[in-house]
């Protein structure tokens, strides 16, 4: 098992803005699996992901990463498993706006030690014709794309998706899922899918909602749609 998560509990503020946001939660997934989490705004999903991703600190119980604990990491450890061990496309992409293309993915390249081909995924993302471009002079479906590309170039094991194509019209996300089950198959990477979007779900090898910051429901696919033929998206 490649990610095991363990009565996992986080909250925010204190006193009167107290807030419990994942109540105990419990989750596992194989490697090399993609896993959907779905639920409605508030219900936790975000929180777990950045748990997950070491961007937040725990309150208590158990992340356990490849056989990294999370919890207790001083901050110079959770940078290294950032940076050796995990991608994240964040929802608003976060791309600098006075870097390139290029530029935005070779921030991530200098962090790894083993980085796939940079002009290889260039082409692969259909971003070479962009590369020279900012952020401001791309549609919404490129700039997603050179936000996968920025979390891929870095060859990680795990990869963080939050609301993948929560901006993008039914054309592009299906072309961004294609290029997510395309990586999966490839590289083998482990993925972790935060969507509204219910037809996602039919795509992945498991899928995981959350309802109040707890794990309602927790099942795998016996057979899965192919990203090119899911509908509705």
């Known amino acids: 098992m490649y990610l095991k998560v363990k009565n996992l509990k986080k909250s925010y503020g204190e006193e009167g803005s107290y807030i419990e946001v994942l109540k105990g939660i419990d989750l596992s997934v194989e490697k090399g699996d ?39 990491l001083s901050a110079g450890k959770l940078s290294d498993y950032r940076r ?8 608003f992409y976060n791309l600098v706006p006075n870097l390139t ?15 796939l081909n940079l002009e290889e995924l260039l082409e692969t993302l259909g971003l070479t014709e962009h590369q020279n ?41 299906r072309d961004i899922l294609v290029l997510l089950e395309e990586v999966n198959r490839k590289f083998g990477t482990t993925m972790l899918i935060v969507t509204h979007n219910n037809s996602i779900k039919y795509m992945v090898d498991q899928v995981v909602y959350l309802k109040d910051g707890r794990i ?14 899911l509908e509705d998206l």
């Open 133 to 173: 471009k900012f952020p401001s002079q791309l549609s919404g479906g490129q700039q997603q794309r050179c936000a996968i590309a920025r979390a891929l170039v870095k060859n990680p094991k795990l990869l963080l998706c939050d609301e993948p194509t929560g901006a993008l019209d039914s054309e592009t996300s």
């Open 84 to 91: 050796e061990s995990l991608g994240f496309i964040f929802q």
């Open 101 to 115: 293309v290029k530029e935005n993915i070779q921030v991530c390249e200098y962090l790894a030690d083993s980085p």
């Open 216 to 229: 309602k429901r927790d099942y795998r696919n016996e057979e899965k749609v192919p990203a090119a033929r």
């Open 34 to 72: 993609m896993c959907v989490i779905q639920g409605s705004s508030g219900s936790g999903k975000s929180t777990l992901l950045h748990c997950i991703g070491g961007l937040d600190e725990i309150d208590s119980g158990s992340v356990l990463v490849g056989g990294t604990e999370l919890g207790g």
